[in-house]
Nanobody, 120 residues
Framework: QVQLEQSGGGLVQPGGSLLLSCLISGNTKSIHTMGWYRQVPGQMRKLVAEITRDNSTDYAEFVKGRFTISRDSAKNIVYLQMRSLEPEDTAVYYC??????????????WGRGTQVTVSS
């Protein structure tokens, strides 16, 4: 199993930028798609962006052109660069990784979440 340690986040003014990072550690056979989700109270967790092993990316419509996901596969880190932040981006952001264990079984792991607040 793996552990996902998130960093970044915090309070930023509208129009500002933040960088989220997620380090994946532990023993697993391979790490496949990595992604970022967000959740606000009373709503379901939503996909923000994801990136595959071959660096193909996909973004939610509400962040296209503003957020960029990237990964350092050698270091098992996934990043989310957030620009032109809006108050509506306020949420808890979660890192996710789809992995394969030594028994060739797929499993997903989550970070603990980090608060992003966009406010003046």
């Amino acid at each position: 199993q793996v552990q996902l340690e998130q960093s970044g986040g915090g309070l930023v003014q509208p129009g500002g930028s933040l960088l989220l990072s997620c380090l994946i550690s532990g023993n697993t056979k391979s790490i496949h798609t990595m992604g970022w989700y967000r959740q606000v109270p009373g709503q379901m967790r939503k996909l923000v962006a994801e990136i595959t092993r071959d660096n193909s990316t996909d973004y939610a419509e509400f962040v296209k052109g503003r957020f960029t996901i990237s990964r350092d596969s050698a270091k098992n880190i996934v990043y989310l660069q957030m620009r032109s932040l809006e108050p509506e981006d306020t949420a808890v952001y979660y890192c996710n990784a789809d992995c394969v264990n030594e028994e060739d079984e797929y499993y997903g792991s989550w970070g603990r979440g980090t608060q992003v607040t966009v406010s003046s």
